[in-house]
C-alpha cells in the first residue's frame, strides 16, 4: 500500500482549512478578554492604578474614540469573560453525536458561523445591556462547542493512522495561532480604531473562512470531488480495520465504563485547568503585579501561546516519527508526551510565582510552562482516536465537557483567592494549578492506553 504524498493533497488541504476555521474561532473567543479593557468607563482610580511591581509602561496618548464605554462592576465583567463556557459546554457531546449522524462538514462550518454572525452582532448586544452581551456570548459557546468533536469525528475517516499526529496537530494549532494573533491585534485595533472594530474585522475574517469550508472540503474521502484515486484508496485502505461497519448503535455502557477513557478525561480537566487559569488572567497578572497593561504588551500575552503552538507542531512531527520510523508503541509516544506536556508546565509556574519582580523571568517562566504544554497535544489530546476512531467525537464531546468546567471555575476560583493581589496569593493559584497538571499526568500514565479497545470495533456482535 503506497504512501500518497502529502503535497497539494486533499487531507492537507483539509489540515489547513480547519486550522484556519479553528483560527477563527479562537479569535473570536479571546478578542473580548481585550476590548473590555476599552469598553469599560475610565474610574478615577483606574489612572493611578498601583500594581505590586513598578509600571515599565510610558503612558500611551489615547486616540479620539467614538465607540460608547460601559459601566460595569467586576462580578459583571467576570460573568461577560464565563458567560462563553456556560454554552460551549452544552454542546460537546451533541456535537460528536451529530456529525456521527450527520456528517462533520457542515456541523462544523455552520457552528462557526453561527459564532461569526453573533460576533458581528456584539457592539449592538453591548449597547442594549450586559445581559443582551450575556446572551450573545452563550450563543458564540453554543455554535463553537461543535467544532472540536466535528473534527475529530472528521479525521476519523480522512487521517490515516500513522500521520495522526502530524495532520491533527496542524489541524489544532489553528487554535493557538488564532490567540497569538488576536490578542496583541485587538490591542492595535482598539487603539488605532476603536473597540467595535475588534468584532467586524474578525467577524469579516470568518466569513471568508465560511466560503472556502463550504467550497473545498467534504466529509470523507470517497465523497471528495478533486481527490486523486491514489490519495482515496490510500486513506480508506489505511483505516479499513479500524473503523466500525455502523453508524446507529452507540455503545454507551461500554464507553462510559472504559478506563481508557477516564484516564483522558482526567487528564483534559488537569490540563485545562491551567490552560484557561492563565487564558483568562494572564493580562490581569501582568497588570496587577507585574505592571504591564495588555493594551502596550499584547505581544506578551501572546508569547505563551506562541511557543505552545511551535512546540504542538513539532511534537506533532516528532510523534508519528517516533511511531513509524522507529516503531515505538503509540501508548508509550502518548505518555511520554503528556508527562512532559504536563509536568514540565507545572514547574515552570510554581518558578513564576518566585520570580518577584523581575519581569524578564517571570514572562519567560510563564511562557516556558505555557509552551511545553503544546507538547500534551500528541499526548491525551488526541489517544481519543487511538481507543476508538468510530467514536472518537463522541470521547471528545465527553472529555471536553468535564474539561470545560475548569474553563467556569478556575478563574473564579483564582480571582476570590487573590483579592488583595499580592505576589503570596498568585502563589497559591499558580500551586493549585500544578497540583492539578502533576495529578492528571500520573493518572493517564497509570490507566491510559494506545490501541482500539474492543468495544469500539465487534459492535455488530454486541447487538
Known amino acids: 500500500l503506497g504512501i500518497s504524498p502529502a503535497c497539494c493533497s486533499s487531507r492537507y488541504g483539509l489540515a489547513f482549512l480547519s486550522c484556519y476555521g479553528f483560527f477563527v474561532a479562537y479569535a473570536l473567543r479571546v478578542n473580548l478578554s481585550v476590548a473590555m479593557v476599552d469598553m469599560l468607563k475610565n474610574r478615577s482610580s483606574a489612572n493611578t492604578?498601583?500594581?505590586?511591581?513598578?509600571?515599565?509602561?510610558?503612558?500611551?496618548?489615547?486616540?479620539?474614540?467614538?465607540?460608547?464605554?460601559?459601566?460595569?462592576?467586576?462580578?459583571?465583567?467576570?460573568?461577560?469573560?464565563?458567560s462563553f463556557f456556560y454554552g460551549y459546554i452544552l454542546t460537546q457531546i451533541p456535537g460528536g453525536y451529530f456529525a456521527r449522524k450527520y456528517g462533520a462538514k457542515w456541523?462544523?462550518?455552520?457552528?462557526?458561523l453561527c459564532t461569526v454572525i453573533f460576533t458581528l452582532l456584539t457592539p449592538v448586544a453591548a449597547d442594549l445591556g450586559a445581559g443582551y452581551l450575556i446572551a450573545v456570548r452563550v450563543l458564540e459557546g453554543i455554535g463553537e462547542g461543535v467544532s472540536f468533536p466535528a473534527m475529530h469525528a472528521m479525521w476519523a475517516s480522512w487521517a490515516p493512522p500513522l500521520e495522526r499526529s502530524r495532520l491533527l496537530t496542524v489541524s489544532y494549532t489553528g487554535a493557538q495561532l488564532g490567540t497569538v494573533v488576536a490578542l496583541p491585534?485587538?490591542?492595535?485595533?482598539?487603539?488605532?480604531?476603536?473597540?467595535?472594530?475588534?468584532?467586524?474585522?474578525?467577524?469579516?475574517?470568518?466569513?471568508?473562512?465560511?466560503f472556502l469550508w463550504a467550497c473545498f472540503v467534504s466529509n470523507n474521502p470517497s465523497s471528495h470531488k478533486r481527490i486523486?484515486?491514489?490519495?482515496?484508496?490510500?486513506?480508506?485502505?489505511?483505516?479499513?480495520?479500524?473503523?466500525?461497519?455502523?453508524?446507529?448503535?452507540?455503545?454507551?455502557?461500554?464507553?462510559l465504563k472504559s478506563?481508557?477513557?477516564?484516564a483522558i478525561v482526567v487528564a483534559h480537566f488537569s490540563y485545562n485547568w491551567t490552560f484557561y487559569t492563565l487564558l483568562t488572567l494572564l493580562p490581569t497578572y501582568m497588570n496587577d503585579i507585574l505592571g504591564f497593561s495588555?493594551?502596550?504588551?499584547?505581544?506578551?500575552?501572546?508569547?505563551?501561546?506562541?511557543?505552545?503552538?511551535?512546540?504542538?507542531?513539532?511534537?506533532?512531527?516528532?510523534?508519528?516519527?517516533?511511531?513509524?520510523?522507529?516503531?515505538?508503541?503509540?501508548?508509550?509516544?502518548?505518555?511520554?508526551?503528556?508527562?512532559?506536556?504536563?509536568?514540565?508546565?507545572?514547574?515552570f509556574l510554581v518558578a513564576a510565582g518566585y520570580t518577584g519582580c523581575n519581569y524578564v523571568l517571570a514572562v519567560a517562566c510563564l511562557s516556558i510552562s505555557s509552551s511545553l504544554g503544546g507538547i500534551s497535544a500528541s499526548g491525551f489530546n488526541i489517544n481519543h482516536l487511538d481507543i476508538a476512531p468510530s467514536y472518537a467525537g463522541i470521547l471528545l464531546g465527553i472529555t471536553n465537557s468535564f474539561a470545560?468546567?475548569?474553563?467556569?471555575?478556575?478563574?473564579?476560583?483564582?480571582?476570590?483567592?487573590t483579592k488583595s493581589n499580592t505576589i503570596p496569593e498568585w502563589q497559591i493559584v499558580f500551586?493549585?494549578?500544578?497540583?492539578?497538571?502533576?495529578?492528571?499526568?500520573?493518572?493517564?500514565?497509570?490507566?491510559?492506553?494506545?490501541?482500539?479497545?474492543?468495544?469500539?470495533?465487534?459492535?455488530?456482535?454486541?447487538?
Open 49 to 82: 492604578s498601583s500594581s505590586v511591581c513598578p509600571h515599565h509602561s510610558n503612558p500611551v496618548p489615547k486616540h479620539n474614540h467614538t465607540a460608547s464605554v460601559y459601566d460595569w462592576d467586576s462580578e459583571t465583567q467576570g460573568w461577560i469573560l464565563g
Open 107 to 112: 456541523l462544523f462550518g455552520i457552528g462557526i
Open 185 to 210: 491585534l485587538s490591542g492595535q485595533i482598539c487603539f488605532y480604531l476603536d473597540w467595535t472594530y475588534v468584532f467586524y474585522i474578525f467577524g469579516a475574517v470568518g466569513l471568508l473562512w465560511f
Open 228 to 255: 486523486t484515486e491514489a490519495e482515496k484508496t490510500y486513506i480508506m485502505g489505511s483505516l479499513k480495520n479500524e473503523l466500525s461497519p455502523t453508524t446507529d448503535y452507540i455503545p454507551w455502557t461500554s464507553i
Open 259 to 262: 478506563m481508557p477513557l477516564w
Open 294 to 347: 495588555i493594551q502596550q504588551n499584547g505581544m506578551l500575552s501572546a508569547l505563551p501561546y506562541l511557543g505552545c503552538w511551535l512546540l504542538a507542531l513539532l511534537g506533532g512531527q516528532l510523534a508519528d516519527l517516533l511511531r513509524e520510523r522507529y516503531l515505538i508503541r503509540t501508548v508509550i509516544v502518548r505518555k511520554a508526551f503528556t508527562i512532559v506536556g504536563m509536568v514540565g508546565p507545572a514547574v
Open 404 to 417: 470545560t468546567i475548569p474553563g467556569m471555575v478556575g478563574p473564579v476560583i483564582a480571582r476570590t483567592l
Open 431 to 463: 500551586y493549585i494549578s500544578a497540583a492539578i497538571n502533576i495529578f492528571g499526568a500520573i493518572f493517564f500514565t497509570i490507566f491510559g492506553k494506545g490501541t482500539v479497545q474492543p468495544w469500539a470495533v465487534q459492535s455488530i456482535q454486541i447487538q
